[in-house]
């Protein structure tokens, strides 16, 4: 949700802003985002705690298909994540009503046009959740955006395309 709160900030308390980086978060919701989050919410609503290893493969969605298809990756990923579980309620069930309140929300794209930072708008080629065409739609309604797309990444990019994810921000924010 880094992503949408800067985003916000750009929006309605620009004077604070003197530059801003989406990293996958800046795009019109989609309707496998819409979807995803709306049974996790269901999940939270339950106050059921599924087994760790449902919330760790939760997470491995967010890689390319053919990391998923890595026993080596999805071992490596499943040793970093297997483990946390869920954060406790009410906490997440909070976290996705306010992703489906943002998702839901036609209005806050109206926003985009007033923004004056300079913005990077950063997609990443496999990412579900913010998907380059969306982002490329969005940075062309922010006049002051800088689009760029990470081939071979996908949401989890900041983890798993880390140089190439610091080289665009690094480059964008010595600039700005």
Excluded at 54 to 83: C, G, H, K
Excluded at 97 to 102: D, F, I, M, P, V
Excluded at 155 to 174: D, N
Aim: net charge negative; hydrophobic share 45%.
């Amino acid at each position: 949700m880094g992503g949408w709160i800067v985003e916000t900030l750009a929006i309605e308390h620009r004077e604070r802003v003197r530059a801003a980086a989406l990293l996958g978060s800046c795009n019109v919701a989609t309707a496998w985002e819409k979807a995803v989050t709306t049974v996790e919410r269901d999940l939270a609503r339950l106050d059921y705690d599924l087994p760790n290893l449902f919330y760790a493969l939760d997470t491995l969605r967010y890689l390319p298909r053919e990391q998923i298809q890595d026993d080596a990756t999805v071992d490596l990923w499943l040793s970093l994540t297997a483990e946390s579980g869920p954060p406790p309620n009410p906490g997440r069930l909070g976290h996705y009503e306010a992703c489906l309140a943002w998702s839901f929300d036609a209005e806050r794209v109206k926003g985009w046009p007033s923004i004056q930072a300079p913005v990077l708008v950063l997609a990443f080629e496999h990412d579900i959740d913010s998907p380059p065409a969306r982002a490329r739609e969005a940075a062309a309604l922010i006049p002051t955006a800088r689009f760029v797309e990470i081939a071979g990444a996908s949401h989890l990019a900041p983890f798993t395309h880390a140089p190439e994810v610091a080289r665009e921000l690094c480059a964008f924010f010595s600039v700005t």
